[in-house]
């Protein structure tokens, strides 16, 4: 028996049921989309969760700089920066980091007691731990190296520890015609620098491992996530790896002061050699010596570098004894 043929009013409503079926999958992906994605976007629409809320509260710099008052707990003994200072090269440790510290002195940093005018020196916060605030007491007393700042040493107040730095060298060490600041996993070529900073240093310096086109991370897991509050640019400017940056004389009072007029966050090297070196209107610059990798250990490439990260007090010093060996032989 043949079907009856369905009259154009039938075909129209069918028609009406099947775009109302779409136009309901389509809201509804978008409600979806609205509920699981629209939260995790950190805009600054957006609250941010209690414990990333220190991100916004905490942005005055001069409330924890304190910089009309001097904030050290224990100052560099003597030399310090008395005489004349080429070069003073400032690392910024862990408070826990003792042996990591002593590596860097039985190391590359006895190349500065032959260098005319370069000195090292060690900078950190304090501890909760008073036994281990003693201890660097005791290190300090020892070893005439040690600038401790007052505030807590953690990873998210990297960027105190760096404008601190810029303090201390204003207040403590401003006749050193060139600064650097480092970490206490870095290896540094001492000669390379000095020979590099005679030949081509000049005013308004500011020279590293030049990173540029990086993005703000909005993952909340990620140890580098910024919000749209904090940073609301799509793109980093152009800064300089914290592994190791030189500034000169001139240079380290511009970025002080620019520090202290921005809001702050707590990725420093982006903020302190990014931030307000653009507001600033100083260039940062690349070397080619300055890397923020892991280098091969290899004793001869290391003659020809100035910086490689990721060192263990056990690989610089096995990498300086190969260096210093004189029966070692390197291709020109």
Known sequence: ??????????????????????????????????????????????????????????????????????????????????????????VCSAVPNFEARSAIRSTWALDAKTLRGVRVFFLLGRSSNQSLNAAVAEEGARHSDIIQEDFLDTYNNLTLKSVMLLKWVGQNCGNARYVMKTDDDMFVHLPNLFRLLRKKGHARLLMGCLIKGATPVKDWNSKWFVPEVVFPGRVYPPYLSGTGYVLSQDTVPILYRTALSTPFFYLEDIFVTGVCASRAGLKPVNNEGFKFYKRKTDACAFRSIITAHRMSAKELRAVHKNMTNPSLKCKS
Not at 1 to 6: G, I
């Open 1 to 90: 028996m043949r079907k009856p043929k369905r009259d154009e009013g039938e075909r129209s409503v069918d028609e009406c049921r099947t775009f109302a079926r779409v136009c309901l999958m389509v809201f509804s992906v978008f409600v979806v989309w609205g509920v699981l994605y629209m939260p995790l976007r950190n805009g600054s629409h957006v609250p941010l969760p209690e414990h990333f809320s220190w991100m916004v509260t905490q942005r005055d710099l001069n409330r924890y700089i304190l910089p009309d008052n001097l904030t050290n707990l224990l100052p560099a003994g003597p030399p310090g920066c008395n005489g004349s200072v080429f070069l003073a090269v400032v």
